[in-house]
Nanobody, 122 residues
Framework: VQLVESGGGLVQPGGSLRLSCVAR????????MGWFRQAPGEERKVIAV???????SYADSVKDRFTISTDNAKNTLYLQMNSLKPDDTGMYYC?????????????????WGQGTQVTVSS
């Protein structure tokens, strides 16, 4: 399964971006997908995850600002990012797996995209 992200770029503080990740997971059960962020000089950290029922969980740092969602017809995972801050700068990766019985912020993923860069700066 190949994951391909898009939608990153340069945005001013307070602005918005929407990231997309195409991942053809049809035919797989108990899927779990997520977005991760790796800031310069830091480890990659989970931002949000969503299971095949649409239940989502968010890291405290992005709660109420970011929204994770899926469009199964388009095989696409999204991350809507609003009220962006300079601290949101980093490489954003989507991740996916199936056969996951507990999809949460601690889930380990086996499939990863190549990443898309988000820079928040004035």
């Amino acid at each position: 399964v190949q994951l391909v992200e898009s939608g990153g770029g340069l945005v001013q503080p307070g602005g918005s971006l929407r990231l997309s990740c195409v991942a053809r997971l049809s035919g797989y059960s108990n899927t779990c997908m997520g977005w991760f962020r790796q800031a310069p000089g830091e480890e990659r950290k989970v931002i949000a995850v969503i299971d095949n029922s649409g239940r989502a969980s968010y890291a405290d740092s992005v709660k109420d600002r970011f929204t994770i969602s899926t469009d199964n017809a388009k095989n696409t995972l999204y991350l809507q990012m609003n009220s962006l801050k300079p601290d949101d700068t980093g490489m954003y990766y989507c991740a996916a797996d199936w056969g996951v019985w507990m999809c949460n912020l601690g889930t380990s993923f086996g499939r990863w995209g190549q990443g898309t860069q988000v820079t928040v700066s004035s």
